[in-house]
């Protein structure tokens, strides 16, 4: 059982909305994916559920006709005990080119922060990330652990065409554009993986919880990579992780 507060409100007469502390930490993340995962294995009238940083909405099949009863239903389940080991996520390690080439916005980041490209290199690629949610754009991550030696404000001119497998930063998150996108965020580097294949039966291979390590390449094995994703002939590197 969890000591944290929950807030349950309906939603229309369909949807109940239950909010958690308005902070972004990874152990309300953890107790939003576990109550999801209870959802899902001890709540029959739902058809979908989605999560953000502090907060989960489940989508009713059927109109509740009393909210009361309903909350004491979701009470009951979110109490239930759970091993950690029954939720399993991932590590995913991703390819990022640097150069400046592919990353539009890196000469005046590094003016900024003051930082040799080497140096930012490190400071970006030394962490694991965690997906918190997925949203924006289809399959666009959400991630924690950005240094703090990085945060930026996002650009109060938006760029108007930012290219999918884009990784920017903006304030205190870094994330990966899916698709050709207007966007905001300061575009660092580029990676040659597809966040979003809209002709797979799951688009986007991340879900909150997952976590991504990112890995320096060359401009060279950046092309190769490419080269490989097109012809389905690259298998990134995963790990077993649980939440």
Same mark, same amino acid.
């Given at each position: 059982?969890?000591?944290?507060?929950?807030?349950?409100?309906?939603?229309? %007469?369909?949807?109940?909305?239950?909010?958690?502390? *308005?902070?972004?930490?990874?152990?309300?993340?953890?107790?939003? +994916?576990?109550?999801?995962?209870?959802?899902? %294995?001890?709540?029959?009238?739902?058809?979908?559920?989605?999560?953000?940083?502090?907060? +989960?909405?489940?989508?009713? &099949?059927?109109?509740?006709?009393?909210?009361? %009863?309903?909350?004491?239903?979701?009470? =009951?389940?979110?109490?239930? #005990?759970?091993?950690? &080991?029954?939720?399993?996520?991932?590590?995913?390690?991703? $390819?990022?080119?640097?150069?400046?080439?592919?990353? $539009?916005?890196?000469?005046?980041? +590094?003016?900024?922060?003051?930082?040799?490209?080497?140096?930012?290199?490190?400071?970006?690629?030394?962490?694991?990330? =965690?997906?918190?949610?997925?949203?924006? +754009? !289809?399959?666009?991550?959400?991630?924690?652990?950005? *240094?703090?030696?990085?945060?930026?404000?996002?650009?109060? %001119? $938006?760029?108007?065409?930012? &290219?999918?497998?884009?990784?920017?930063?903006?304030?205190?998150?870094?994330?990966?554009?899916?698709?050709?996108? !207007?966007?905001?965020?300061?575009?660092?580097?580029?990676? *040659?993986?597809?966040?979003?294949?809209?002709?797979?039966?799951?688009?986007?291979?991340?879900?909150?919880?997952?976590?991504?390590?990112?890995?320096?390449?060359?401009?060279?094995?950046?092309?190769?990579?490419?080269?490989?994703?097109?012809?389905?002939?690259? =298998?990134?590197?995963? #790990?077993?992780?649980?939440?």
């Amino acid at each position: 059982m969890s000591d944290l507060k929950l807030t349950l409100k309906p939603f229309g %007469n369909k949807a109940i909305l239950i909010e958690w502390p *308005p902070v972004i930490s990874e152990s309300i993340l953890k107790d939003i +994916l576990c109550f999801k995962h209870k959802l899902q %294995n001890h709540y029959a009238n739902f058809y979908d559920i989605s999560t953000a940083y502090n907060s +989960l909405t489940i989508y009713l &099949k059927s109109a509740f006709l009393d909210f009361e %009863n309903e909350v004491e239903k979701l009470n =009951t389940i979110y109490n239930l #005990e759970i091993k950690s &080991k029954e939720i399993e996520n991932y590590i995913w390690h991703i $390819p990022v080119c640097y150069d400046k080439d592919l990353a $539009p916005d890196l000469d005046s980041f +590094l003016k900024v922060k003051k930082l040799e490209q080497q140096q930012f290199i490190k400071l970006h690629s030394q962490n694991l990330y =965690t997906v918190y949610f997925l949203g924006f +754009l !289809p399959g666009f991550p959400y991630l924690g652990g950005l *240094p703090k030696e990085l945060h930026m404000a996002r650009k109060s %001119n $938006p760029n108007l065409n930012i &290219k999918k497998g884009s990784v920017g930063i903006g304030g205190q998150q870094t994330g990966v554009y899916t698709i050709d996108s !207007p966007g905001g965020w300061h575009i660092i580097g580029k990676t *040659p993986i597809l966040f979003f294949d809209i002709s797979l039966e799951m688009p986007s291979f991340l879900k909150a919880g997952d976590k991504i390590k990112f890995y320096a390449v060359s401009k060279d094995v950046f092309l190769e990579i490419t080269e490989n994703v097109a012809e389905e002939k690259f =298998t990134l590197k995963k #790990e077993i992780s649980h939440v």
